[in-house]
């Protein structure tokens, strides 16, 4: 089974960055298509931010271009979401998730991916 921890978290003040970062165990990009990254703030749904998929590809969600990259390290498995300009709306539980079917490539929605971290939370000030 394919488990996922992110660790990276914390607090930031308006503008600045943070790097999540998300180690994958049990996965295959042979047999796995997907890992992204979502967020989930107090009351909203899980958003979709970025993915890459066992083709190449990666997909970052309009809101977030240009301000979080999505990359990762093959050899560790750990994927990786470098957040900049961080505001007070990215306040959030951050987290990771692999998708084992064709149907996470191209997509950001939840339901298209099966495997959950826990989540790391990141808190925006003012």
């Known amino acids: 089974q394919v488990q996922l921890v992110e660790s990276g978290g914390g607090s930031v003040q308006a503008g600045g960055s943070l790097t999540l970062s998300c180690a994958a165990s049990g996965f295959s990009a042979y047999n796995d298509h997907c890992l992204g990254w979502f967020r989930q703030a107090p009351g909203k749904e899980r958003e979709g931010l970025a993915s890459i998929n066992s083709f190449g590809g990666t997909l970052v969600s309009e809101s977030m271009r240009g301000r979080f990259i999505i990359s990762s390290d093959n050899a560790k498995n750990t994927l990786y979401l470098q957040m900049n300009s961080l505001e007070p709306e990215d306040t959030a539980n951050y987290i990771c998730?692999?998708?084992?079917?064709?149907?996470?490539?191209?997509?950001?929605?939840?339901?298209?991916?099966?495997?959950w971290g826990q989540g790391t939370q990141v808190t925006v000030g003012s």
């Open positions: 998730a692999a998708g084992i079917s064709f149907g996470c490539v191209g997509t950001l929605s939840a339901t298209k991916y099966e495997y």
